[in-house]
């Protein structure tokens, strides 16, 4: 019975590994669905305080600006956008990238970590 356990926990492993390195691939469609909830979340930021704080940290966090780039902002770029959290009266610090393909390259860069690491922790258990 133990056998028949340690197996199919052995089983699940392997295929979320697979199907993560599977599911999450470059694909324009999953592109496309980060960059409109972005979008969303952006044009939603003045009517609900939750968007404008998620906007904010996600800028913080990926070191990003705006949905495509801080020209979203029409030149009154919040302090999110800038490093060290200060734009200054001139913008010269700036981020440049956009939320959209940041966030993008974020998920699908910790998608294959996950895969990697389900496929990595099956092995090791064969091996024992």
């Known amino acids: 019975m133990y056998a028949i356990i340690l197996l199919t926990i052995f089983i699940i492993q392997v295929a979320i590994g697979v199907y993560v390195f599977l599911q999450v691939k ?8 980060i960059r409109n909830n ?11 305080p939750e968007a404008n704080e998620t906007m904010h940290v996600t800028q913080r966090l990926l070191h990003c600006c705006g ?11 919040p302090d999110s956008c800038c490093e060290n959290g200060r734009c200054g009266t001139l913008n010269l ?17 910790s998608s294959q970590v996950i895969g990697g690491v389900a496929i990595g922790i ?5 091996n024992l």
Not at 26 to 33: A, C, L, V, Y
Not at 98 to 103: D, F, I, P, V
């Open 26 to 33: 470059d694909t324009g469609d999953f592109r496309s669905k």
């Open 38 to 48: 972005v979008q969303k979340t952006f044009d939603n930021r003045f009517q609900n």
């Open 67 to 77: 949905v495509d780039g801080p020209d979203d902002y029409n030149g009154r770029v």
């Open 93 to 109: 610090n700036v981020y440049q990238d956009g939320c959209a393909s940041k966030l993008y390259d974020f998920l699908i860069n």
């Open 122 to 126: 099956a092995a090791i258990e064969v």
